[in-house]
């Protein structure tokens, strides 16, 4: 515990919690990470479900993808946090000299794959229950599985245009009890219960939430 002369009540109170929203960004990632590539799809994301404004909000993501043609080995993750620098960078309006814009992790739009794009551009999304893949899954209470996502009607799986340029083809999205966990492919894969629970029991166990993995075992 922190000593009451070098820092107040309230100081330790926000510095604590500060460390334990760390900790649970880590692990929400630690989570996207073990899933996406216990299974060898392109990208996950967790959809975080806000109940003051009945949305479901982008809650963190892991690209698992190519970069400039090359399949990622080890860089997933420097990926993966670049691609979120840049969104933050472009949402706050960083720019440099003579108005170009220069973020941080010195990654530019330009920069981006088109599979890229549609992960980053998903960062933007929300969906409020029943619309949309993630929505219907919230909604329902039961895992959507989407085979031919790039052909898909927008009604259905509003990201289908972004989807078809970066030949996203299969996308699954599995309901937790505050969220959704959704993945991405570029293959066509046929729907399989063991890829689904592979996937969410891998997410759970590094996200660490108790009542999650209460709700996991009494749903597929």
Known sequence: MCPQ????????????????????????????????KSIQWTYSIYWKYCPYHRLLKWGGGYY??????????DGGLQRTLKLRELYECLCSGREGEGNQWKPFSALTPEDLTDTEWFYFVSMTFTFAASFGLPGQALANGSPMWLFG??????KVFRRSLLAKSASIQTVI?????????????????????????????LFLEHYLKPELLEYSSASP
């Open 5 to 36: 002369a070098m820092c107040p009540g309230n100081l330790c109170h926000h510095g604590q919690a500060w460390e334990d929203e760390q900790l649970a960004i880590n692990n929400l990632t630690k989570g996207l990470q073990a899933a996406v």
């Open 149 to 154: 996502a790039n052909e898909a009607d927008s």
């Open 173 to 201: 999205c599995i309901p937790l009890i505050d969220g959704v966990l959704e993945l991405g492919s570029n293959d066509l894969v046929h729907e399989d219960q063991d890829i689904m629970l592979q996937a969410k029991r």
């Open 64 to 73: 698992n993808g190519r970069m400039n043609g090359t399949k990622m080995e």
